[in-house]
């Protein structure tokens, strides 16, 4: 097995409440997208928003609804990494106009990564 191939066994389905920052992220062919930087989520109102994926390309936004599977040792993603959306401060009009929500989490997760740790 290589560096792009997504282990033959995930184990078993996590919720996000417990996804690890560092879980290998694989698109749906097996191909290493990246690993997971943070998960986006609401706790007050117990929403998952999505991945913030770090990538060979930069971070990039996993919106919930391209997560194909949350497991132990791994996150499947419906899309290439390359397909997936950078954060922004100001995400493009485009997609706020076609998507507010996908605008507000992109918002969401450029405000994670510029914040001081």
Same mark, same amino acid.
């Given at each position: 097995?290589? $560096?792009?191939?997504?282990?033959?066994?995930?184990? /078993? =389905?996590?919720?996000?409440?417990?996804?690890?920052?560092?879980? =290998?992220?694989?698109?749906?062919?097996?191909?290493?997208?990246?690993?997971?930087?943070?998960?986006?989520?609401? $706790?007050?109102?117990?929403?998952?928003?999505?991945?913030?994926?770090?990538?060979?390309?930069?971070?990039?936004? /996993? /919106?919930?609804?391209?997560?194909?599977?949350?497991?132990?040792?791994?996150?499947?993603?419906?899309?290439?990494?390359?397909?997936? =959306?950078?954060?922004?401060? $100001?995400? /493009?009009?485009?997609?706020?106009?076609?998507?507010?929500?996908?605008?507000?989490?992109?918002?969401?997760?450029?405000?994670?990564?510029?914040? =001081?740790?």
């Amino acid at each position: 097995m290589t $560096d792009n191939e997504a282990p033959e066994d995930l184990g /078993a =389905p996590v919720s996000y409440l417990v996804l690890a920052d560092g879980t =290998p992220v694989f698109d749906v062919s097996g191909s290493r997208a990246g690993e997971v930087e943070h998960v986006l989520s609401d $706790d007050q109102s117990d929403v998952f928003h999505g991945l913030i994926v770090k990538t060979a390309g930069g971070h990039r936004f /996993a /919106a919930a609804n391209l997560i194909d599977g949350l497991y132990e040792h791994g996150v499947i993603i419906s899309v290439p990494a390359s397909d997936l =959306p950078e954060p922004s401060a $100001d995400p /493009a009009a485009r997609l706020a106009e076609e998507d507010a929500t996908l605008g507000q989490s992109l918002k969401k997760a450029w405000d994670w990564l510029v914040q =001081p740790r």
